[in-house]
């Protein structure tokens, strides 16, 4: 199937810094990627569907200014955490659809760490 | 409230079958999923349903879809220690934004010797 990376897989970083996550399709050329958050033995919440060379849909109550998203090819999005305060620790997952396919290929996920 | 509900714990010894419910809102969801994750792991995509279908066999998985009840279910056979995880059910939500998904709580299965 299709491969999704993510990179890093684990940060740790003082608070006020920012934080930038890497999404590629390594394989495959993605028309569009998400970016879902996860809590401790919490469900994915969807963050973010990034269309590549358009602007980021955000999800209610997520706010675009601290999650800057871009997505400026078919096999890469970013996701970079502003200012990151304690709080923004959890776990970041990213994935990848192909156009006319009703599946998402996730990547492994990023573990941030927020002192 | 969240759209799609799970228990959150299942355990089940090895070798019996492992049933996982979950139940869904939305009877416009074209596909529903199952992905199964591992500790410090991303998703790993089991299987899908169409909504048209009742049921679908893979191996050892089976999906079980009551749309009038809007239950899906997944039957472990033969369940395995390396079946320790956590299943999340999702559905397809028909919006604009093309693929997007809604996950359930996710049920952690612990398989016992």
């Known amino acids: 199937g299709a491969v999704v990376s993510q990179h890093p897989s684990r940060v740790i970083c003082k608070s006020g810094t920012s934080v930038k996550i890497e999404c590629r399709s390594l394989d495959f050329q993605a028309t569009t990627m998400f970016w879902y958050r996860q809590f401790p033995k919490q469900s994915l919440m969807l963050m973010a569907t990034?269309?590549?060379?358009?602007?980021?849909?955000?999800e209610q109550g997520v706010e675009k200014d601290k999650f800057l998203i871009n997505h400026a090819s078919l096999t890469l999005s970013t996701l970079t955490v502003t200012s990151a305060h304690p709080e923004d620790s959890s776990f970041y997952i990213c994935?990848?659809?192909?156009?006319?396919?009703?599946?998402?290929?996730f990547g492994p996920g990023t573990r941030l760490t927020v002192l | 409230g969240e759209d799609v509900e799970q228990s959150l714990f299942l355990s089940v010894r090895e070798g019996d079958s492992s049933v996982i419910n979950c139940t869904y809102t939305?009877?416009?969801?074209?596909?529903l999923y199952w992905y199964k994750q591992e500790p410090g792991a991303g998703l790993q995509l089991l299987t899908y349903i169409f909504s048209n279908m009742d049921m679908k066999q893979d191996q050892r998985l089976t999906v079980l879809l009551n749309k009038k009840d809007k239950h899906l279910s997944l039957r472990i056979a033969d369940t395995q220690t390396g079946d320790s995880a956590i299943y999340f059910c999702a559905e397809t939500i028909p919006t604009d934004s093309w693929g997007k998904l809604q996950f359930g709580a996710g049920t952690q299965v612990v398989v016992t010797p």
């Open positions: 939305d009877s416009s969801s074209t596909y």
């Open positions: 994935s990848a659809a192909l156009q006319n396919y009703n599946e998402q290929f």
């Open positions: 990034s269309n590549e060379g358009s602007k980021a849909t955000y």
